[in-house]
């Protein structure tokens, strides 16, 4: 192929849009302010300020989940890459700026030489600028982003697939993204993933472990405040962007460790009784004095969940691996043999 004037990278990258899978902040908000008790979901936190307050939270005292998983892939990439087994094709759900990937890439490139890499995130601007960074990076990289929600690529990930049946599939869902769904909702994902793979193919899971109270709350109420600007962020985004009239004076973050529930929830709480306007909208919500908006949830497991779950779902634990405090485990799930009887999927 003649590609002299244009540069090499060209040839070594593709990207792809999902149909249909636009966010639709206004429904959401209206969905999840009209309903009782109010929510809203937390895939609204990263619009480009959002996004850099995340980053800022990675870099908090009390925020060890970044750090942690950063130590396990510091500490154990030879490992994990050697428990790969075959040369691998590398996907990646909520990839991001790729940044803890980056170890993981190095080391296939280095045992692999040429290495297909396949992020897939909802946030297409943000995927074009990584896979740029990417190619200019490593030279031997061939990415194909794909810009979707993780949680319906059964359409867009298959044709991806099908072909290099040589190549093991590895998927990785680092940074305990998935505590962020609720239990039903974290099934249906594995499933998911499991039909789009096959038998022998591999999903690397980042897991938040269940620890104490006193270090699992404060990091998510630091003590600079950071973690509570990203939670009212919200209420910034749906004043500029739907014509809101929220008071930020008027609405405080609480953020707590639910035991039974085995996660920790954040909160936007009402502090006066009130009644806000959004124009977009054309409706009043109406705030009794303490009411909340509940905007996130993040589950912490433990081995015998994340055993559970994945056995559930149509995969095996092969192994894990944890940091120095075991506040984190990244665990690496088999695609096991589809069992089917008649009426019965995977
Ligand atoms: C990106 C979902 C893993 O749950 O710890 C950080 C998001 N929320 N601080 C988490 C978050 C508040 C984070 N995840």
Known sequence: MVASTRDASV????????????????????????????TLPPKYFYDDLG??????????PEYY???SEGEILGSFADEIVQSFGTPVRLIELGSGTSRKTRVLLDKLIQRQRALEYIPIDIDGELLHQTAQRLLEDYSDLFVHAVVADFRRIDDVLPPLLATGSQQRNVVLFLGSTIGNLDRG????????????????????????QRKRKDILE???????GVTAAFNLN????MN????????????????FFNEEEGRIEMHIVSSVSQSVRIEALDIEIIFASGETIHTENSYKFDDAEIAALAGETGFAVERSWTDSRRFFADVLLVAQTAVRRTGDSV
């Open 185 to 208: 909702d974290q099934k249906e994902l594995l499933r998911t993933v499991r039909r789009v793979l096959f038998p022998g193919d591999m999903l690397l899971i980042g897991a938040d």
């Open 240 to 255: 500029s962007e739907l014509g809101a009239q929220f008071n930020l004076n008027n609405f405080r973050h609480r953020a």
């Open 11 to 38: 040839d070594r990258f593709s990207l792809v849009r999902a149909h249909g899978q636009h966010d639709d902040f206004a429904h959401d908000v209206r969905l999840g302010l009209t309903a009782s008790p109010k």
């Open 234 to 237: 919200l209420l910034v985004r």
């Open 218 to 224: 404060p990091a998510y109420s630091d003590a600079l």
């Open 51 to 60: 996004s850099m307050l995340f980053e800022a939270i990675c870099r908090l």
């Open 65 to 67: 989940v970044s750090r």
